[in-house]
């Protein structure tokens, strides 16, 4: 059974930092896109950013082009998102998936979220 485990969220004020993880386990890394989804109280589910397969390109949403970067350690079956220049509309329960390419309609496999606050 596919197992993505996320971690890394937290409360943090307006314009710190977290690291969010995602290790992934029972599955070729390599062979998935990894994705980061979020969603907010109230909100539909949104994709935030995602490493592709093979080539590893990435996508960011356009809200946080310039303050989030992932990035993925093969060796460690372990794909990261730091946030930086968090804003309190950054809060969310953040979800970490697999699929075949990165895509807004979902995923195969989902991890359990981690909740990120941001304060004002």
């Known amino acids: 059974e596919v197992q993505l485990q996320a971690s890394g969220g937290g409360l943090v004020q307006a314009g710190g930092s977290l690291r969010l993880s995602c290790v992934a386990s029972?599955?070729?890394?390599?062979?998935?896109?990894i994705a980061w989804f979020r969603q907010a109280p109230g909100k539909e589910r949104e994709l935030v950013s995602c490493?592709?397969?093979?080539?590893?390109?990435?996508y960011y949403k356009d809200s946080v082009k310039g303050r989030f970067t992932i990035s993925s350690d093969n060796a460690k079956h372990t794909v990261y998102l730091q946030m930086n220049l968090l804003k309190p509309e950054d809060t969310a329960v953040y979800y970490c998936?697999?699929?075949?390419?990165?895509?807004?309609?979902?995923?195969?496999?989902w991890g359990q979220g981690t909740l990120v606050t941001v304060s004002s």
């Open positions: 998936a697999a699929n075949d390419k990165c895509s807004a309609g979902g995923a195969n496999f």
């Open positions: 490493i592709n397969r093979g080539d590893r390109g990435t």
């Open positions: 029972r599955f070729t890394f390599d062979d998935h896109a």
